[in-house]
């Protein structure tokens, strides 16, 4: 490598000493002049041949029918719009900006119009006909085969579309349906907290509210005030109540604490209106002080023995 490196700088180093040389000897002998130093090109000469130029044209020139070539050579057509605007455009066009292209492009349409206008006269005169009649069939530029391949990849097309539609509404339902349930499993969760709440104060008697053991009634009841339920609510009062649940919920109860409701509380016992004296002081009533104490005691064994001897005998 060392040494490729070094084979190149003393080529390069004797082409420059080799340049330098022949510069000195066209110095020398008065080809340099002062100054820049440009290569002069001989002046180029175009040939116009014009009789070679008729002669090729004459060769491959064929003189057909005017039908069969369909030249036409004209000017623009008049500028309708230009005139409705008042404006002044001559016949040879002069004051049209070659850079606007909209000028340009009307120009070529108003040419191309002219051309029309001129060439369909000439055409009915030789009984060209210049419609596609109604009946017309021409053949198509593709085949039925290549059809049908296109009409069964675009109904495949349409019908991958029409599937990932599908799949991005059921995505979307399916993530609102799981946002409803995580809220219904939330709010569950939080009632039931907030029940259990309300038991531990109550069985630790710092409140003495059942109102949790309602459960659904309460939250009707809230529906229904707010008038969020007011069918439901009307339809618990249209129903009827029936009298033997009543009673029965009045003799056992329908949840709530039984646990010492038999026990005498100061209310209880300042209450005298339900004593009555002749029954308390009856001679009679087993109840009261006086009467026969003892009437239906039970014989001992030994005297219940005696008794099945002597039915015995």
């Known amino acids: 490598m060392a040494g490729d490196s070094m084979s190149e700088s003393t080529s390069d180093s004797e082409r420059s000493d080799l340049s330098d040389l022949e510069l000195q ?13 440009v290569v002069e ?17 004459e060769d491959f020139k064929k003189d057909l029918k005017w039908v069969e070539r369909l030249d036409m050579t004209n000017g623009p057509a008049a500028d309708i719009i230009a005139k409705a605007e008042g404006k002044c455009v001559g016949e040879d066009n002069s004051n049209i900006d070659p850079e606007d292209d909209f000028q340009r492009e009307m120009y070529f349409y108003r040419q191309a119009q002219a051309t029309a206008l001129d060439a369909l006269p000439r055409l009915q005169q030789l009984k060209i006909a210049t419609k596609r009649p109604n009946d017309y069939f021409a053949e198509m530029a593709k085949s039925d085969q290549h059809m049908q391949k ?5 109904i495949s097309k349409q019908t991958s579309i029409e599937k990932s539609e599908k799949a991005k509404q059921l ?10 349930q995580v809220e219904v499993i939330q709010k569950r969760q939080k009632e039931k907290k907030a029940m259990m709440t309300a038991v531990k104060k109550y069985q630790k008697g710092l409140s003495d509210k059942l109102d949790f053991l309602e459960g659904d009634k309460a939250s009707l009841q809230g529906k229904k005030d707010s008038g969020g339920g007011a069918a439901v609510g009307s339809a618990q009062q249209k129903k009827k109540i029936n009298a033997k649940r009543k009673f029965k919920n009045e003799k056992f109860g329908f949840g709530g604490r039984k646990k010492g409701l038999k026990r005498n509380t100061k209310e209880s016992y300042d209450d005298v209106s339900g004593f009555k004296a002749k029954i308390a002081h009856a001679k009679n009533n087993r109840f009261g002080r006086g009467g026969k104490k003892n009437a239906n005691k039970r014989p001992g064994k030994r005297n219940r023995q005696k008794m099945k001897n002597r039915s015995q005998k």
């Open 25 to 37: 000897e066209a110095y020398s002998k008065g080809l340099l002049k002062p100054g820049l130093n």
């Open 171 to 180: 995505r979307a339902l399916r993530k609102y349906g799981k946002k409803v």
């Open 41 to 57: 090109e001989a002046e180029k000469h175009g040939v116009n041949n014009v009789v070679g130029l008729k002669q090729c044209l």
């Open 150 to 154: 296109i009409r069964v990849k675009m």
